[in-house]
């Protein structure tokens, strides 16, 4: 399967905006967006004009995608899933990103990036309702159980990031047992939950895939 192969940090100055792509780098001084450095390319001034109405709903449409670390036509074919479902559209592309698996292995703390949480996924790591599950975009449901698989629970890549749990926490819609690396997904998030999310403008998306 195609894949960006890219620097992830790239992707950040691109959007000017921090995207958490590589974890804990992103919260270090490293971070090419707390070093303020510019947007990629030579030309920066031909990019800073006003944008048009298209460009700011592109822009949107690449942060949210970006975020979650996924490529367009899997995005579209998420985005045409919510548009299917009754509610908002916004706020229905929002939940079932947050439920795919590898989402929900990293806002359960058991790796600092989607990026890193897709890897743990696809390596068979993980394993939902005591079942391995090796698809990143596997939709988990509310009440499903979601765990690191015996073997596996001493790698220090998972170990270190569960070290953020008593910092921080975990998100209100996921509970998580440090202890026997198991959380359960509890209900599909409402869009004001998702605090991460707020300066996101998921209407903008709607908006771009509806012309």
Known sequence: ???????????????????????????SDKCAMNRKRGAPGKDIKARTGKKTEYCVQLREKQKIRRMYNMLEKQFRLFFDRALRMPGVTGDNLIGLLESRLDNVVYRMRLATSRAQARQLVGHGHVLVNSRRVNIPSYQVRPGDTVEIKEASRKLVAILDSLSEVSKSGVVPWVTM????????????????EVV?????????????YSK
Not at 177 to 192: E, N, W
Not at 199 to 206: N, T
């Open 1 to 27: 399967m195609a894949r960006y192969t890219g620097p992830s940090c790239r992707l950040c100055r691109a959007e000017q905006k921090k995207l958490f792509l590589k974890g804990i780098r992103c919260k």
């Open 177 to 192: 047992d440090v202890d026997v690396q198991k959380g359960t997904y509890v209900s599909r998030p409402r869009r004001d």
């Open 196 to 208: 991460d999310l707020t300066d996101l403008k998921e209407q903008l998306v709607v908006e771009f």
